[in-house]
């Protein structure tokens, strides 16, 4: 109940495409979901955060989407660029508690 | 702001010496501060939490006598790892949290470490 299942494991799309990344929870006690950020050798960076009191969130040319009855978030990546190229971990966590727990990544790789 | 340092980048030690890497919040304090292993292709896996002054919470299967962590200030947070052997080798990124934003977590950029 605790894990959070991230798909695709891997994902090549055209420059200009949309990227699109799966999660999906059990635990409905989570109320926050991070995705972060991982290029090679570097440390996680926080990209983009969603509370379920919403449905979507979008920062530039990334979108959160979520969907509480579902149990399932997605990040999208509009008019995705080479220097998007990383792997991408999905989190979630409750709000009241440190621990996140991750998905396994998704390595994306953007095709000039 | 926000920002959290490792040192060193890279380290390559021999077996059965000690290595010390060491974790610092730059411009907040950290209450908390977490210690990762990530092996190639795959995700954080966490491996204790610290609060300052405390000691540290290992998570399951994890050798607390190994992988000793000291969280002695606000700022700084330390792994050691004992008697390292080339089972050791991994990617160790350490995160940091303060009291704001509440239970955000702040990543260091990872030490590679390589036991030869």
């Known amino acids: 109940q605790q894990q959070v299942k991230q798909s695709p494991q891997s994902l090549i799309v055209q420059k200009g495409g949309i990227s699109i990344i799966n999660c999906a929870y059990e635990?409905?006690?989570?109320?926050?979901f991070p995705w972060y950020q991982q290029f090679p050798g570097k440390g996680p960076a926080l990209l983009i955060a969603?509370?379920?009191d919403v449905s979507e969130k979008k920062e530039g040319r990334f979108t959160i989407s979520f969907n509480k009855s579902a149990k399932q978030f997605s990040l999208h990546i509009m008019d995705s660029q080479p220097g998007d190229s990383a792997t991408y971990f999905c989190?979630?966590?409750?709000?009241?508690?440190?621990?996140?727990?991750w998905g396994a990544g998704t390595k994306l790789i953007i095709k000039p | 702001g926000a920002v959290v340092s490792q040192h060193p980048s890279r380290v390559i030690c021999k077996s059965g010496t000690s290595v010390k890497i060491e974790c610092r919040s730059l411009?907040?304090?950290?209450?908390?501060m977490f210690w990762y292993r990530q092996f190639p292709k795959q995700s954080l896996m966490l491996m204790a939490t610290s609060n300052e002054g405390s000691k540290a919470t290992y998570e399951q299967g994890v050798e607390k006598d190994k992988f000793l962590i000291n969280h002695a200030s606000l700022t700084l947070s330390t792994l050691t790892v004992t008697s390292a052997h080339p089972e050791d080798s991994s990617f160790y990124i350490c995160?940091?949290?303060?009291?704001?934003?509440?239970?955000?977590?702040?990543f260091g950029p990872g030490t590679r470490l390589t036991v030869t």
């Open positions: 995160s940091a949290s303060g009291t704001t934003p509440s239970y955000e977590q702040y």
């Open positions: 989190a979630a966590r409750r709000d009241s508690n440190y621990q996140l727990i």
């Open positions: 635990n409905t006690a989570f109320d926050y």
């Open positions: 969603i509370r379920p």
């Open positions: 411009d907040f304090q950290a209450t908390t």
